[in-house]
């Protein structure tokens, strides 16, 4: 072929993908095709080099790779993509990246010499070419064809500009009546109307009782008399305007693109921007929130959506619960390395808690089965242990303020020692106040936010030697310091009865003796013993790292604040080998001497008003709480946020509120949430649910069911910075940027060309409704804001400059051949994607050091930096040494191992207090707090699920060399169990359960999907437990067939193989419409539902 | 059937012979020197910054290597193997199976590196469960090509389009191979699979302007593939398709200082390659470990895969 | 018997045409829709081409019985032996070059060989015979009265050749010390006479069919041929016991999981039904009573029931070893088309079987209808 054909071709510069494009349309497939193919004239050179004896390989030019990051799952670790031509075959791990390599390369390793240099990155890392060009991908707008039902799989292609314009503007758009369009919803576009309707709305929220209340709304209503018809509900003025009847969600969601996002909808004025983390491991998060509140300015706030996990690389001792860093678990390139190394070289043992036998499992030194829904009766069975034996870290647990962890070179302390307040029944409360017991006068203090206003501050008390001392918290002076006495058990103190926090935990521990918790578990008692002596007898460099196996239940919430306070016994936050928090580079400009505020804005609205999730909130506050009283109709989440499972079935309920369009992002609750197909007949419902629109690369389990499918740019073409994860110690921004030319055409918004994307979605619609922030000026002080780039190079700028004011910490700029490199590797990409005049403009001064970053993917703190001074603990040989080495990146600040502000939320169904502390709840339970009991309904297995490496939910199944290796899941399920039932491997069985009799998925389209997969039978899953692998069983994305302008297009059955079993998962019987729930953290349950197998 | 390469004479197919022997043979270095300058836009600079490295790497040799990520202390070690004439380095790999966690990556980049069709696989990883709830064991054995010092596959190639090149690594001449599966049929670890000319994207519809459709889907896979160091397209029947394909320890990336694509990706850092001849390399320093084995040792194989138990 | 020889043609044309779909699919599209693949390395083409070897070797040395050793029952039928020899050897040589990633490089093999390899002696080996089989053919085409010297020197060495090239093909196999089923002594030394019972067979059905009513030694002939065939079977018999029996009692693992698949595997109807029953039980009983022996029809019906035999006994000894995976598993570790453990020919792959068996029995009858030497004889008949 080729040369010897002497088919001549434009040199690989010239020849853009859209020529390519075009050249494979007119001369069809096959070899004319490959005449045509990018890396064609490399193809040339390397035949020639052949031919001359000398060897050719492109792929290690450092001018035909481009760094950025995965997203193949969420992990998000550093890749570095090798392209012929432009086009991308073969993707590796970055050498400078922590979660790539460990230890990471040199930052400043001139990126000439990184060519050969590579990272490691897992199975579906390596296969991320096949999301990317995957055959199935949407390349223009997608409209769901007039008069044909959602789901109905018929659709229209409809030019950009015009879709737009339906969905802004409405109208009659299906031959369904008219479509409320965005436009209707963005009501209320004065700021400052906003401003004072929010502190309106505030104060009737902090009324004390229902009379004041009323009069307030009545108040809100002549004051705000002009714009009544602008809000939800006007006797409701605390759901806010009618612009909140616009609800954003997505799955996926990363900084940039988030920044992006934010300044859209600040600009629309909708408080619904809500995220997936429910689904994911919500009670993580929002219980790391719960323990990282501070008590600011006489309030509990300023609690971060994060968590903690093990610095495992230089532990001694791990306990896994729920987790398995070799299959999922953010991420096993990153967590991988650390634990095998530590393994063989070092003296690490671990030990896993999960029902299956995971891989992370098979190198473990225990393996305890516990039964699924009892991880906080374990960890409180070892909390038992540990105190009963006095093998907790006393001198970490005593320090009661900063002062006193200063003095013991801590860099973090707990409210171990603090005094708690019983109520009549011995129940515990708030904490005790000083002025209380007249032992301190409150002190009036100036607020942190507004020094100029002041607050009253109440100390808190501790007894040191039985004494009572007033404690506050962050004071830093040696003499405030405070070492409380530990355990304080029913002492009177003026007229309360109180108990330290220590204590109220060691209460809950005994709930049960270490048999009894053994026999909850389902574990040996000896077993626990052991464990719990080993996890006390390595210093700090001991942790229990958890994740979703702890967090999915309905009593996640309990479950993970049992693992932590398991962890602040030994106190081994900020250690390492203990507890650590992830740390990311700033990019938004916050930090002073950033060159770029990134949130400056021509203007912007004010959202406000009660999300259509309810999160945030007290419903108690609520006027809605005046209507309805107890139970309310749907749960509350003052402590959490982004609860997924209630967005969908909120809007089937109008609760509070009905909502008129749906915008989803890069996500599929009805794949991906348990019981999700309580999602479809809302979703297929254009009653419910008038408009609905998706962006989605794909026709995906969801975006089956919108009204308008956008397609988007995927990972290789876009930006985002991905951020951290818990598990790295170091200070990282890892940089999402364009590596490829987009798959998806061009389309001018702003006058600017860009790609059809989530980006070009949003400016196109702040074009036409002329939303503030956008558009020419729409920077303000920088000017317009008409391309992403406007937003997504300063941030690079940002990231560049660092955190130092005086920019001590920037980064080097790029030498020449740092330059020639960086462009010449972009030279395929399309201007609307990469004009490098356009950047450097942007990044003015920082155009070097923007250079710099995107060379290597990102900033990347230096391994040395990471622990202070650079020190790794020896083992350290005695119990709790008070070794210093602790991360550079640290929490350092107070653990919440008793939460008052927790304490301090109601139910909102039963309006009692919830508990503040480590308790174990049998469970599974509903929202209202009823134990279930569907064992004694004949379901007598529990359904759990797992990863495998090898794929995620939505992404990846597309991936047909990843399906080499697993081509479809398998019902796991212990030989015991499957010779009960007269099972055998390969036999195909239906997953029945006690709210999906049938086994199936309802597609409301006349389809029905069953959940039948077949039978794998092993020694490792407990009896009684079977499982089921994520992401099989597709019922869309490309394994069905579509039909496009009339053209059928097949779908592809490898796609498809296998069986997904969350809507099997247990629908709560007060909500009806939702899976089950962790009512505190808001997590979506996956491991509670007990089903029954029938063979077919 | 036509010759796409010209090789239609003997002449040629022993040219491409003796250039397969040169590729990880004669001046491995100089060729991998080569390789860079070509690669650089100022072929002096480059040089010379490659000297530097050299310089550099050589240096660390004796130093602190607890710094570094095993990967890339490999990777120096093996720029510096690339110094010696190929006689006298002795590629060797070691996997490690208390360490291997069976995420298949190597498999998947192997597969990615050296555009594996549908049915060819040259590193799978083989999974063993065993014993009894709940003491149950689980193990991973990945299998790459043994490399065997005394190769059953070699023998029965009737054209003798498979042999030991010169730094021991079992090489297919593509261009040579009749395609008769001797070679299969005789491997005792089947490390080897034959090329039956499918593309993983092939049954995927062409819809231009609705989805992405097919053309634009199989480009990364009919793009070249640099195997021995040359760029073979992927192309219907031509070479490689029809013949023996198997894992070649990425010949064509060592010789530029790059390692194997399966050595780079392994998360659990199991897998160890360098020249078994440098006293102070890894892997010379983990085959003299007592717990190391070889599979199928009865065979009088003599594989050049070492398996840390 | 005519009728028959009509019959025949019409089911030679049709297995043709049958097989143009192979042969296209095969030769243009390539090896996509084969079954047979990098784990079951080599399937029905490579049994058939084992199978088809056989009988050419088989049928020299019939021969060879004829023009070496002058055996007087055997008087006249050297030729037709021969001819069938001529028209099985190219059946082979297609079977395994189907079978060949790039067929277009067999020059290969001859300019570029390398001669320690089995297969590449093979090729040559078979090169040669086929050769012998030209020369030999040309030779009994010219002779007139009695066998020449010539005709004798050249069945002499086609004789050893035919030893050879037969017991090769049992060594190709027999040397993957890797698959024990196939690494015993015994393996080379069955296919000699393996081939020497196909040919023998196959010459019982020609002159079943196809000898010449008037020819009185005719009955006595497939009298002669028929308790060879009988004894041939035995042995082949007890060499599948003797083999099955030590593979069983070593313990081997692999060898034993191989001979159960072989006895109560997937196909367990190929070995049992095919091979045992139809191949070798039906034949003895139906050779050894008298009256059945003698009808023409059916015991020209038994010759191709020991060819069937014998094929499948060929497909029985390539596949089971090549089932079993080499290393406990392979097969789930990395999925995909040709990656399977287990094997049945595709459509594509019988069409080209179906085909070559058609092309040589069409060669087979052009061959004694239109060569003048052959045909003098058959158009008596
Ligand atoms: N391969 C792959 N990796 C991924 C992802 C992916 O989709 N695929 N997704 C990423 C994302 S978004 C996340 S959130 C993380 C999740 O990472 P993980 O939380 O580590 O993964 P999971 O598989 O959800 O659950 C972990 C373990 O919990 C066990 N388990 C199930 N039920 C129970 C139970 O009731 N109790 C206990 N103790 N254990 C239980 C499972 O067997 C499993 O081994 O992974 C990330 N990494
Ligand atoms: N059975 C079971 N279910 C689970 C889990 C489990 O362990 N077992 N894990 C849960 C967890 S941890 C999580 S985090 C959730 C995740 O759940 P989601 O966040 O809902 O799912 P994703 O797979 O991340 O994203 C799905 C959608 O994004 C689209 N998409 C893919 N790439 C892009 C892109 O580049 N741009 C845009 N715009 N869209 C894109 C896909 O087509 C698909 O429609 O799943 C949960 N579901
Ligand atoms: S864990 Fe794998 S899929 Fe996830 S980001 Fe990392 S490389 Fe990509
Ligand atoms: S493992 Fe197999 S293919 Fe590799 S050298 Fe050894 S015998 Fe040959
Ligand atoms: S398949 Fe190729 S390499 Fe293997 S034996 Fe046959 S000709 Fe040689
Ligand atoms: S060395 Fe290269 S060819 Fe061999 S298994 Fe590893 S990646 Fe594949
Ligand atoms: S990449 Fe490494 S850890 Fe993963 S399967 Fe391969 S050898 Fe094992
Ligand atoms: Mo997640």
Not at chain 1, 229 to 240: Q, S, V
Not at chain 2, 80 to 88: F, G, I, Q, V, Y
Not at chain 3, 333 to 342: E, I, K
């Amino acid at each position: 072929m080729d040369e010897r054909r002497g088919i001549q071709q434009p040199s690989a510069c010239e020849l853009s993908r859209r020529d390519f494009l075009k050249a494979s349309a007119i001369v069809g497939g096959g070899i004319a095709f490959l005449g045509a193919l990018p890396g064609f004239s490399a193809l040339q050179a390397a035949r020639a080099q052949a031919e001359e004896g000398a060897l050719a390989y492109p792929l290690a030019d450092p001018a035909n790779q481009i760094y950025t990051v995965c997203l193949q799952c969420n992990t998000g670790c550093g890749i570095k993509v090798k392209l012929l031509d432009g086009v991308a075959t073969k993707i590796e791990g970055s050498p400078f990246h922590p979660m790539t390599m460990y230890p990471h390369v040199d930052y400043n390793t001139p990126i000439a010499s990184a060519g050969t240099m590579e990272g490691a990155i897992c199975p579906k890392g390596q296969a991320g070419l096949q999301s990317v060009y995957d055959p199935y991908r949407l390349v223009s707008v997608l409209k769901r064809k007039p008069g044909t039902p959602r789901g109905g799989g018929q659709w229209e292609t409809i030019s950009f500009e015009q879709a737009i314009e339906e969905i802004v503007e409405g109208g009659d758009l299906f031959g369904e009546g008219v479509v409320p369009g965005l436009r209707e919803s963005y009501a209320l576009t004065d700021a400052a109307v906003a401003k004072e309707m929010a502190a309106a709305v505030k104060a009737i929220h902090n009324a004390k009782d229902a009379d004041s209340k009323r009069a307030l709304i009545a108040e809100f209503q002549t004051k705000f008399a002009d714009y009544l018809d602008l809000m939800i509900d006007p006797e409701h003025p605390d759901l806010g305007p009618r612009n909140n009847q616009f609800v954003f969600a997505w799955g996926r969601l990363k900084d940039a693109r988030k920044d992006f996002i934010a300044r859209f909808l600040n600009a629309y004025g909708t408080t619904n921007a809500h995220g997936h983390t429910t689904v994911c491991q919500g009670s993580l998060y929002f219980t790391g929130k719960a323990m990282s509140e501070q008590y600011v300015d006489g309030a509990w706030t300023g609690g971060q959506k994060f968590y903690w996990q093990g610095d495992i690389g230089n532990s001694e001792f791990v306990i896994f619960v729920g987790a398995s860093p070799f299959e999922g678990n953010y991420g096993p390139p990153l967590r991988s390395p650390r634990l095998t190394t530590s393994l063989v070289e070092k003296n690490l043992k671990y030990v896993v808690v999960d029902p299956r036998f995971s891989k992370t499992a098979s190198k473990a030194w225990r393996w305890l089965p516990a039964k699924p829904g009892t991880e906080g009766a374990l960890a409180l069975a070892l909390i038992r242990w540990v105190i009963d034996n006095q093998r907790y870290n006393a001198p970490y647990l005593s320090a009661a303020n900063r002062a006193a962890a200063d003095q013991l070179g801590q860099t973090t302390w707990t409210e171990a020692t603090w005094l708690v307040k019983l109520d009549e029944n011995g129940v515990p409360g708030k904490f005790l106040r000083a002025s209380e017991i007249g032992l301190r006068e409150k002190e009036t203090r100036p607020l942190s936010t507004d020094p100029d206003k002041t607050y009253e501050f109440d100390y808190f008390v501790a007894l040191v030697n039985g004494e009572p001392v007033p404690v506050d918290p962050y004071a830093r002076d040696p003499e405030s310091a405070v070492r409380g006495d530990l355990l304080v058990d029913n002492v009177k103190l003026g007229d309360f009865t109180v108990k330290s926090s220590l204590q109220i935990i060691a209460d809950s521990a005994r709930e049960h003796t270490l048999e009894e918790w053994a026999e909850i578990c389902g574990v040996e008692a000896r077993a626990l013993e052991e464990i719990a002596f080993e996890f006390t007898n390595h210093g700090r460099q001991a942790v229990a790292d958890i994740h979703r196996g702890v967090s999915q239940h309905t009593n996640g919430f309990y479950n993970v604040l049992a693992w932590y306070t398991l962890n602040a016994l030994i106190g081994n936050f900020d250690h390492a080998g203990g507890l650590i928090k992830g740390s990311t580079y700033s990019a938004t400009g916050s930090k002073p001497g950033q060159p770029f505020k990134i949130s400056q804005s021509s203007g912007t609205m004010v959202p406000f008003g009660t999300s259509i999730i309810r999160h945030n909130e007290k419903y108690e506050k609520h006027t809605l709480f005046l209507r309805d009283g107890y139970p309310a109709r749907r749960n509350w989440y003052p402590l959490s946020s982004d609860i997924y499972q209630e967005i969908v079935p909120s809007i089937g309920d109008a609760y509070p509120y009905p909502v008129k369009a749906l915008m989803f992002y890069m996500g599929s609750p009805v794949y991906s949430l348990p019981a999700g197909h309580t999602n479809i007949p809302i979703l297929a419902d254009p009653k419910k649910l008038p408009l609905f629109i998706a962006i989605d690369p794909f026709i995906g389990e969801t975006s089956m069911f919108a009204d308008y499918i956008f397609p988007d740019t995927m990972y290789l073409e876009r930006w985002e910075f991905h951020g951290s994860h818990p598990s790295v110690a170091f200070k990282i921004q890892p940089v999402r940027n364009p590596a490829i030319a987009p798959l998806v055409p061009d389309v001018t918004v702003f006058g600017q060309q860009m790609p059809m994307s989530l980006e070009a979605v949003l400016m196109a619609i702040a074009e036409r409704l002329g939303l503030p922030g956008f558009g020419e000026g729409g920077y303000k002080d920088y000017g317009d804001f008409t391309h992403p780039d406007d937003l997504y190079i300063r941030m690079v700028a940002n990231l560049a400059f660092g955190e130092k004011e005086d920019g001590s910490d920037a980064v080097p700029d790029a030498d020449d051949e740092e330059l020639r490199i960086f462009l010449e590797a972009r030279r395929h990409l399309p201007p609307s994607v990469f004009d490098a005049a356009r950047w450097e403009r942007l990044a003015g001064d920082y155009w070097r050091k923007v250079v710099y970053v995107l060379n290597r993917g990102g900033r990347f703190q230096a391994f040395e930096k990471g622990y202070k001074e650079g020190v790794i603990p020896e083992p350290s040989a005695n119990y709790f040494g008070l070794d210093l080495t602790v991360t550079a990146n640290p929490f350092a600040t107070m653990v919440n191992i008793y939460q008052e502000k927790t304490y301090d939320v109601k139910n909102a169904m039963t309006g009692e207090h919830l508990v503040g502390y480590a308790r174990y709840f049998p469970g599974p339970y509903a929202v209202t707090g009823e134990v279930l009991n569907d064992e004694a309904d004949g379901f007598d297995l529990r359904l759990i699920t797992h990863r495998e490496i090898m794929q995620t939910k939505s992404r990846t199944s597309s991936n047909y060399w990843l399906l080499a290796l697993l081509p479809e899941n398998a019902v796991l399920m212990n030989a015991v169990d499957a010779e009960q039932r007269g099972l055998k491997d390969g036999d195909l069985v239906r997953i029945v359960s006690p709210t999906n009799p049938s086994g199936e998925w309802d597609l409301m389209n006349g389809k029905k999907v069953p959940m039948i997969g077949k039978i794998k039978t092993t020694q490792g899953i407990r009896p009684g437990v079977i499982s089921f692998a994520l992401g099989f069983g597709h019922f869309a994305y490309g394994g069905v067939d579509v039909t496009i302008n009339g053209t059928t297009i097949p779908g592809d059955a490898r796609r498809i193989r296998g069986f997904h079993a969350n809507a099997a998962m247990r629908v709560d019987p007060y909500l009806g419409n939702t899976t089950l729930v962790d009512p505190v953290g808001g997590s979506a349950v996956f491991y509670d539902t007990f089903v029954r197998v029938e063979k077919v | 059937m036509t010759e796409p390469q010209g090789t239609s004479s003997i002449d040629a197919g022993l040219n491409r012979r003796s250039f397969l022997r040169k590729l990880a043979g004669a001046g491995g270095a100089a060729v991998a020197l080569q390789a860079l300058d070509q690669l650089a836009a100022d072929p002096a600079q480059a040089l010379a910054s490659y000297e530097a490295q050299i310089q550099e790497l050589s240096s660390t040799s004796g130093g602190d290597l607890s710094k570094l990520d095993v990967l890339e202390r490999m990777r120096r070690e093996l720029v510096r193997a690339l110094e010696k004439p190929p006689e006298e380095r002795r590629w060797v790999m070691v996997i490690d199976l208390r360490k291997c966690v069976g995420c298949h990556a190597c498999t998947i980049a192997c597969v990615a590196e050296n555009r594996l069709p549908p049915g060819v696989v040259y590193r799978p990883v083989l999974e063993e469960e065993w014993g009894v709830y709940p003491n149950v064991g689980r193990r991973f054995v990945p299998r790459p090509c043994m490399q065997c010092d005394k190769p059953p596959c070699t023998p029965v190639c009737p054209v003798n389009a498979t042999y030991k090149n010169v730094d021991g690594v079992v090489v297919v001449d593509y261009d040579q191979c009749i395609g008769c599966r001797a070679c299969l049929t005789a491997c005792p670890y089947g490390a080897r699979t034959s090329d039956f000319g499918l593309t993983y994207n092939e049954p995927n519809p062409v819809a231009d302007g609705l989805i992405a459709g097919r053309t634009v889907a199989e480009g990364y896979e009919r793009a070249p593939s640099f195997e021995y160091g040359e760029a073979r397209p992927r192309q219907e029947r031509t070479s490689p398709i029809g013949n023996a394909r198997k894992c070649h320890f990425c010949l064509h990336r060592i010789a530029v200082g790059e390692l194997p694509a399966c050595v780079t990706t392994c998360i659990g850092r199991a897998t160890l390659f360098g020249d078994a001849n440098d006293p102070a390399s890894l892997v010379a320093e983990m085959i003299a470990q007592p717990n190391v084995i070889r599979l199928k040792e009865e065979l009088g194989t003599e594989p050049r895969v070492y398996y840390l138990l | 018997m005519v009728t028959i020889k009509r019959i025949l043609y019409v089911l030679g044309i049709l297995a043709l045409i049958l097989g143009l779909y192979g042969f296209y699919n095969r030769l243009f599209i390539g090896e996509r829709d084969v079954n047979y693949g990098s784990y079951v390395t080599w399937g029905l083409w490579v049994a058939m081409y084992l199978f088809f070897a056989g009988v050419a070797s088989g049928s020299y040395m019939v021969a060879a019985l004829d023009y070496l050793f002058g055996v007087k029952l055997f008087k006249g039928l050297g030729k037709y032996a021969l001819w069938s020899a001529m028209v099985t050897l190219p059946a082979a040589l297609i079977s395994i070059g189907m079978d060949l990633g790039h067929m277009e490089r067999v020059w290969k093999v001859y300019l570029q060989p390398n001669l320690t390899s089995l297969l590449a002696q093979m090729v040559w080996g078979y090169t040669i015979f086929g050769a012998v089989i030209v020369i030999s053919l040309v030779l009994a085409a010219r002779q007139k009265e009695g066998t020449s010297w010539a005709l004798k020197v050249m069945a002499a060495i086609g004789f050893v050749l035919a030893i050879f090239v037969s017991g090769g093909v049992g060594a190709l196999l027999g040397v993957n010390a890797s698959r024990a089923v196939w690494h015993v002594g015994l393996l080379p030394a069955q296919f000699p006479i393996f081939s020497l019972a196909t040919g023998t067979a196959l010459l019982l059905t020609i002159v079943s069919f196809f000898g010449a009513a008037n020819d009185p030694q005719r009955e006595g002939r497939q009298r002669a041929l028929g308790v060879i065939t009988i004894v041939l079977l035995l042995v082949k018999t007890y060499i599948l016991w003797s083999d099955f029996s030590m593979s069983l009692y070593s313990g081997v693992p692999q060898n034993v999981q191989a001979i159960n698949e072989v006895l109560y595997g997937t196909y367990w109807w190929s070995f049992w039904i095919l091979q045992i029953f139809l191949g070798t039980v039906v034949p003895i009983v139906v050779l050894l009573v008298p009256a059945w022996a003698k009808n023409r029809i059916l015991s020209g019906l038994i010759g191709v029931l020991v060819l069937i035999g014998f094929a499948a006994a060929r497909a029985n000894i390539v596949f089971p070893a090549l089932t079993i995976p080499e290393l406990q598993g392979l097969a789930e570790a990395f999925t995909g088309p040709h990656l399977n453990f287990d094997y049945f020919p595709s459509l594509m792959e019988w069409s080209v079987t179906i085909g070559v068996v058609g092309l040589s029995t069409l060669a087979y009858l052009i061959g004694i209808d239109r060569l003048p030497f052959l045909k003098t004889q058959a158009e008596v008949a």
